[in-house]
């Protein structure tokens, strides 16, 4: 796959979702040219911080996120959420899709919210989710 990353980035930055969402998944894939796209975005990654919230099943990580989603929103911030789900053993993507438990604030158009499977991942957390670090 020949991928355009200098388009696919731009496209990211004028705030396009799908383009985002294309890139996450390009990166995931850690397709031709990976590390140089995280090399050209880290540098506009600004303050950007980084929460992890793991618990059981059951636990409310999905209500917590969704309250902090509304509080960071209401404070005026953009926010994006990487929601790792168990793998499915057919397609390789996210099996429960948590976002649909927080279908409430995802409408927003401050917010960003994408499953990623596990994919076997230790702990259950994709090794792309890691920090894009070489494998």
């Known amino acids: 796959m020949n991928i355009d990353w200098n388009d696919l980035i731009d496209d990211m930055k004028s705030g396009s979702c799908q383009a985002l969402a294309r890139l996450i998944t390009c990166l995931e894939n850690r397709e031709r040219g ?18 992890g919230i793991t618990g059981f099943p059951g ?3 999905s209500t917590i996120t969704g309250h902090m989603i509304r509080e960071l929103v209401n404070q005026g911030k953009k ?23 927080m279908n409430d604030v995802s409408s927003s158009d ?21 920090g894009f670090h070489k494998t």
Do not use: C, H, Y
């Open 34 to 51: 990976w590390e140089d796209a995280m090399q050209q975005i880290f540098a506009d990654t600004g303050r950007a911080r980084t929460v």
């Open 110 to 130: 401050d917010v960003f919210i994408r499953s990623m499977g596990s994919r076997g991942g230790i702990g259950g957390l994709n090794q792309a989710a890691r």
């Open 79 to 101: 926010v994006g959420v990487i929601a790792v789900d168990p793998t499915s053993p057919f397609t390789g993507g996210a099996l429960l899709g948590d976002r649909i438990r």
């Open 59 to 61: 636990s409310g990580k």
